[in-house]
């Protein structure tokens, strides 16, 4: 069993990177990936974690794309394989933090434009530091101001895509972070699909798109889909040569229902989808 898709406090996930290994470890997993949001920097200490624990380390990311259909939502990649400190990818990486900087500072300038009385300082304390801020950071705050009944709530009415307060994030094409990830020996697997939000025959032709530009795997067995979702994205991978990867999208204490290698309770990706990953890679 493994797990390829997890967060730390190094983007928007509650616990440390050289935790994730220790829960992956507990849960039966025999490889993990740690891929927090345009940022390698949680991967040597989760990295040393997994070695003490005789656990395979995936190192990854997480980067937002434009999904090139009108109406549909953000499109997430996951990068695998990510080697070495320096290269095309980590520099794309270095240049998205620095929107997502930007953008952060606009999204508190909105909510006090709203009433809200948040300061940035405020986010980078909560948050522990400015490099890990993101949105499930300000929306614990806004729970705590009492604005929002809950997460789910602030990102609903204040941080969500149809929320008072969202600022867009900077995005690049998918094809561009697919030649990113090959030239830094990677490979581009596409998240959670169906949080595009796309009707069947759309999805069908993004798939179609993703795999002719180079994608070598869509996130089939994800921590919050059911069986039947998980078996129709599964047919969609096989109908277009593709990885049916998974992973839980663990967040810690900001998606509290999703457990490292078990989600929701019934996740379980199987050893080979790492195996089959790795075949695919440049």
Same mark, same amino acid.
């Given at each position: !069993? ?24 507990? @849960? ?46 953000? !499109?997430? /990649? ?24 930007? *953008? ?20 980078? @304390? ?42 867009? $994030? ?7 972070? /697919? ?59 096989? *109908? ?14 900001? $998606? @509290? ?15 080979? /989808? ?9």
């Amino acid at each position: !069993m493994i797990d390829l898709h997890t967060h730390s406090t190094v983007s928007d996930g509650s616990e440390p990177p050289e935790r994730i290994p220790e829960l992956a470890a507990a @849960a039966g997993c025999s490889a993990v990936a740690l891929t927090d949001h345009d940022s390698l920097a949680g991967l040597e200490v989760a990295a040393a974690a997994a070695d003490r624990l005789g656990l395979t380390l995936v190192r990854g990311c997480e980067v937002s794309c434009r999904s090139g259909v009108a109406g549909a939502h953000s !499109m997430h /990649v996951l990068v695998y394989f990510v080697e070495g400190e320096e290269g095309p990818l980590h520099d794309e990486l270095v240049a998205l933090r620095g929107d997502r900087r930007a *953008r952060n500072q606009a999204l508190v300038g909105r909510l006090r434009d709203l009433g809200v009385p948040i300061g940035y300082d405020d986010l980078v @304390a909560e948050a522990g530091g400015e490099e890990g801020i993101g949105r499930p950071h300000v929306a614990s705050i806004l729970v705590r101001l009492g604005v929002a009944e809950d997460v789910t709530d602030a990102f609903d009415t204040w941080l969500g895509e149809s929320g008072r307060a969202y600022v867009p $994030k900077a995005r690049i094409e998918p094809a561009e972070i /697919v030649a990113l990830a090959r030239r830094s020996g990677a490979v581009a697997v596409l998240a959670h699909p169906l949080s595009l939000g796309l009707d069947a025959g759309d999805l069908k032709r993004t798939v179609q798109a993703l795999a002719e530009v180079g994608f070598v795997g869509i996130e089939a067995i994800y921590g919050r889909y059911d069986p039947g979702q998980r078996r129709q994205l599964a047919e969609l991978a096989r *109908r277009f040569d593709l990885v049916a990867t998974g992973g839980s999208d663990f967040h810690g204490s900001f $998606k @509290a229902d999703l457990a490292v290698g078990r989600g929701m309770g019934d996740l379980q990706v199987p050893d080979e /989808v790492l195996e089959q990953l790795a075949a695919r890679r440049p």
